[in-house]
């Protein structure tokens, strides 16, 4: 438990480590999830492949709260790719792994020259 000015917040961690059984993550760590951070090795350019998703994109652009140009500046300043996509409509769905894998690849080809990812 966090308190945070009067507000307290229950924060809950769960520390993969790179550890092959954390590669689908339980629901439990998942369900009503409000936040995450990713974590990467500073020692190991291969552990910063991103891709930042805004989902929902079928939705109506007056309940829309963020701007694709911002989701695209954030990505940016993250130095990730970028796509939007809408799981009901299938948009994009197959392209986010495709630009995950392509982003291994580059970082991968960058480094050592190997290929094959894990996701």
């Known amino acids: 438990m966090v308190m945070v000015g009067k507000d307290e917040f229950q924060l809950q961690q769960v520390d993969t480590a790179g550890q092959d059984e954390y590669t ?3 629901h439990s760590f998942v369900i009503g999830t ?3 951070i990713l974590v990467y090795s500073v020692t190991s350019l291969r552990s910063m492949p ?6 929902k994109a ?3 652009l ?3 709260e963020v701007k694709t140009d911002e989701g695209k500046k954030l990505a940016e300043s993250w130095g990730a790719s970028f796509l939007e996509s809408s799981a009901k409509e299938s948009q994009v ?3 986010i792994f495709l630009k995950i894998i392509e982003e291994i690849d580059r970082v991968d080809n960058s480094n050592s020259g190997s290929n094959g990812c894990c996701l």
């Open 24 to 26: 689908i993550l339980p």
């Open 34 to 36: 409000h936040g995450y």
């Open 50 to 55: 991103v891709v930042l998703v805004g989902s």
């Open 58 to 60: 079928d939705l109506a």
């Open 62 to 64: 007056q309940s829309r």
């Open 93 to 95: 769905t197959q392209g």
